[in-house]
């Protein structure tokens, strides 16, 4: 056999096409210009030249709550709130819609459920889940839904579309339907009483879904819509500063005459100088980052000035700012410990508590309505009043620190009766009725006139009836 093998059985060799193409970049390592691109979206209006970026506004709030960790630290506080509840099963009228409701929240990841109910009313205004239930069973299972796929319409199941404009002067003003992914594939459309739907000032709201159709007091109204450009002015200046800082000479090498002092001919002088800068370039390119160069004394290092560089730092100060105001979190729940007073962060607590507990309303108003209807699925007859509820633990509690030093401090200045202390301590009454009262600052021990022990006294008048 020669140089080349000419044998016939064998296949011969298929043509295989060579990539000119960089190859990917590993998922654990970014660039400046990886950062940059990550938040290019926010930047823009929500266009590009060919395509629209996102489809509709519920996109855009996933992706601000994802990049930006002020909004992300804020979600995160409010939502696990939904954590701290309880169930006052002793409202239920009888012990059959008890142990139904009972069961119900025990077949579901109930949990759960509260949680992302509170963080979706924060973030988009709404929360849509579809109801899986049997009759003669009650409610199996409630499946979340992407609020970014699901449409609302006045129309009834599989009715053919509709000429109308659907626009300011013509809405869609009442949820009969819901679909999903509608003029895509694998559209599904459900019924409004198959979706538990929660929504937050939704009553004069005007929203325009991913069809470009206008709908009022239908879809509720999201607090991300007045941070849309505050994000964008934000990630804009961050950007630029990255750039800018990425681009700017940080050291620069400089090289004494004395290198070239002993030569005398300007050709040779130039050379030599740029001799030095190659070798000296190689060798720091060459360093690992834990290395030292070590140069002659007559080639210096030298550091660029960083003062030049403008100092966004106020601005995106006022950004975050803005961002507490409107979610109305204080900063301090966000990481944001800078310029948090006291006096500032109590009044924020204030103000927090107060939205807070307006989320948690709307959520437990619509538990209780899917309690209803689960009982209405397992044929039990009940009305809202009879049902067990939902109670959240209050967001300002005290804790056992502060509530023992309220409660020693109002008994040590004879404000408070020791049973009205022990009360507000959750003990257990102790009898005595006795409280502090304070006289010329000693501290007396005195028993309440109706605790005396009045058994042994007399009646003055013998106990002859004088009436």
């Given at each position: 056999m020669g140089l080349f093998s000419r044998d016939k059985s064998k296949k011969p060799l298929e043509a295989r096409e060579i990539s000119l193409k960089p190859p990917a970049p590993s998922p654990f390592s970014a660039s400046i210009s990886d950062?940059?691109?990550?938040?290019?979206?926010?930047?823009?209006?929500?266009?590009?030249?060919?395509?629209?970026?996102?489809?509709?506004?519920?996109?855009?709030?996933?992706?601000?709550?994802?990049?930006?960790?002020?909004?992300?630290?804020?979600?995160?506080?409010?939502?696990?709130?939904?954590?701290?509840?309880?169930?006052?099963?002793?409202?239920?009228?009888?012990?059959?819609?008890?142990?139904?409701?009972?069961?119900?929240?025990?077949?579901?990841?109930f949990d759960d459920l509260i949680i992302n109910s509170m963080r979706n009313l924060l973030v988009y205004g709404n929360s849509i889940d579809k109801i899986v239930g049997k009759a003669g069973v009650g409610i199996t299972g409630l499946q979340s839904i992407p609020i970014t796929q699901i449409t609302i319409v006045d129309e009834p199941l599989?009715?053919?579309?509709?000429?109308?404009?659907?626009?300011?002067?013509?809405?869609?003003?009442?949820?009969?339907?819901?679909?999903?992914?509608?003029?895509?594939?694998?559209?599904?459309?459900?019924?409004?009483?198959?979706?538990?739907?929660?929504?937050?000032?939704?009553?004069?709201?005007?929203f325009r879904d991913r069809l470009n159709r206008w709908t009022y007091g239908i879809w509720g109204a999201s607090r991300f819509s007045a941070l849309k450009q505050a994000i964008r002015a934000k990630y804009n200046t961050m950007n630029n500063r990255i750039a800018i800082e990425d681009?700017?000479?940080?050291?620069?090498?400089?090289?004494?005459?004395?290198?070239?002092?002993?030569?005398?001919?300007?050709?040779?002088?130039?050379?030599?100088?740029?001799?030095?800068?190659?070798?000296?370039?190689?060798?720091?390119?060459?360093?690992?980052?834990?290395?030292?160069?070590?140069?002659?004394?007559?080639?210096?290092i030298e550091q660029m000035d960083m003062k030049n560089v403008p100092d966004n730092s106020g601005f995106l100060e006022m950004i975050n700012s803005d961002?507490?105001?409107?979610?109305?979190?204080?900063?301090?729940?966000?990481?944001q410990e800078r310029g948090s007073t006291f006096a500032a962060t109590f009044?924020?607590?204030?103000?927090?508590?107060?939205?807070?507990?307006?989320?948690?309303?709307?959520?437990?108003?619509?538990?209780?309505?899917?309690?209803?209807?689960?009982?209405?699925?397992?044929?039990i007859v009940a009305r809202r009043?009879?049902?067990?509820?939902?109670?959240?633990?209050?967001?300002?509690?005290?804790?056992?620190?502060?509530?023992?030093?309220?409660?020693?401090?109002?008994?040590?200045?004879?404000?408070?009766?020791?049973?009205?202390?022990?009360?507000?301590?959750?003990?257990?009454p102790s009898g005595e009725g006795e409280y502090n009262d304070k006289k010329n600052g000693d501290m007396i021990k005195t028993v309440r006139p109706d605790k005396l022990d009045t058994s042994t006294v007399k009646p003055e008048n013998n106990g002859e009836n004088t009436t």
């Open positions: 950062i940059l691109k990550e938040t290019e979206s926010l930047q823009t209006q929500g266009y590009t030249q060919f395509k629209s970026v996102y489809n509709t506004e519920f996109d855009l709030f996933d992706d601000m709550v994802k990049l930006d960790p002020e909004l992300n630290g804020a979600v995160r506080a409010v939502s696990l709130t939904g954590n701290k509840y309880s169930i006052d099963y002793s409202t239920a009228k009888n012990q059959r819609i008890r142990d139904s409701v009972e069961d119900f929240i025990e077949s579901i990841d599989n009715s053919p579309r509709s000429p109308r404009a659907y626009g300011k002067d013509d809405p869609i003003m009442s949820a009969v339907t819901y679909r999903f992914r509608e003029q895509d594939r694998d559209q599904k459309e459900y019924p409004a009483d198959e979706i538990f739907h929660l929504k937050i000032d939704y009553r004069s709201n005007w681009s700017m000479t940080k050291q620069y090498i400089t090289i004494d005459m004395k290198a070239v002092e002993h030569i005398t001919d300007p050709n040779e002088q130039r050379e030599r100088l740029s001799h030095i800068m190659n070798e000296v370039a190689a060798l720091i390119e060459s360093l690992r980052a834990d290395q030292i160069p070590i140069l002659p004394d007559y080639v210096r961002i507490s105001a409107v979610l109305q979190v204080p900063r301090v729940s966000q990481g009044n924020a607590n204030t103000w927090s508590v107060q939205a807070i507990s307006r989320l948690q309303s709307v959520v437990k108003e619509g538990i209780s309505s899917l309690f209803l209807k689960h009982l209405e699925l397992s044929g009043r009879n049902l067990p509820t939902l109670i959240f633990e209050p967001v300002d509690e005290e804790s056992p620190y502060q509530l023992m030093q309220r409660a020693a401090m109002g008994f040590e200045k004879g404000i408070l009766t020791k049973e009205e202390a022990r009360k507000i301590l959750n003990y257990e």
